[in-house]
């Protein structure tokens, strides 16, 4: 005879079944929510507005019969899992020629960061796609946690990555419509995983079933493949910040040593230094150093010249590139007598080293930049 516990048990997961049902169902809801988030996050997407396409992510409802698929593979259930994947695949195909119509109709030349932020998915995207489906799964069977979904829909998109594709078709950009297409499928594959790995842990019934699914397994091999093309984008990722890092530090040793080891542009009274910034893109790497001068003719491009000299030698066996961008400015101020020596404050401090000369006069003459 089953205890009261049981049957509180078997009417719980009979219950889940039927939402889960419920949820892998194309019907007049599904379609509406779809052309609104896909008009949505398009038009957002076009604008360059991340506040609109985080509105379409929680309006889309992709994540259901997601949910729906990972819920079927444990239990066996083929013809479910194919229902489920067919109403997913139908709001893709709607999503898609949605987003090829209006690209064709605003026929942009180019995008902002927010279409193509979505062309390079990496290892992160699928940890996080990974993380939200399990979370996903737990909020849809403990119903106290269910607040937390619309999180979810903002953490991992589905609709704005096949926004982006059909976008990109109809523009012709096939490279980065593929990035986008990659991201869409780390999204699906991670939170179906995910997905079924919360239900298995939850749920001990589907417990057993976790490691023995042929689909669940195929769903992990294909994650798994998707390692290969985001793990090169994410050391991609890795190399490019740590240059950026090497580059921000040789900026400021660089005007750290302008300032204090030559005359030019770091004791000249008539100079004063405001900042420097280097393009790299150039090569050699161009150095522009932004002055204010009291004396127009300052600094001269002798002294400039000496300056790139001092700067290579320094880091060497890189070579820079020296320009100075310069701004004339007048000191204005009537003239006021010295105070007193009884009255000074502080002590006058030492005269400023005289400034090098704008011409050299010898040629074997020994001077620091």
Sequence with gaps: MNSPTTISEEGRLVA???EFEHDATFNQVFVVLTVGATLIATLGLLANSPGVVIGAMVVAPWIMPLQAMAFEILRGRLPMFLRALRTLMLGVAICVLLAMAVGHLVAFSSF???VMNRTSPNLLDL??????????MYAKLRKEAISALAGLAIAVALVPPMCVVGILLASSFWAQAYGALLLFATNLLGIMVGAMAALGILEKVYRRRLFRS??????????ALLVIPLGSSFFALVSRSQRETQAQKLESVIEQRLRSSTITLGGDPAIDL???S?????????IRARVRVTDPALPTAWQVASVQEFINT???PLRFRLVVQRTAVDLIGPDTPPNPPELEVLPLPPPPLPPLPREQ???DEDVTP
């Design 127 to 136: 940890g996080v796609a990974l993380v939200a489906g399990a979370v996903a």
């Design 112 to 114: 902002g960061s927010e």
């Design 16 to 18: 889940l079944r039927h």
């Design 274 to 276: 405001v900042g420097i």
């Design 278 to 286: 280097i393009n790299w893109q150039q090569n050699p790497p161009l």
């Design 361 to 363: 006069d010898e040629e």
């Design 314 to 316: 320094s880091q060497a």
């Design 214 to 223: 042929r689909l669940g397994l195929t769903s992990v091999a294909l994650t």
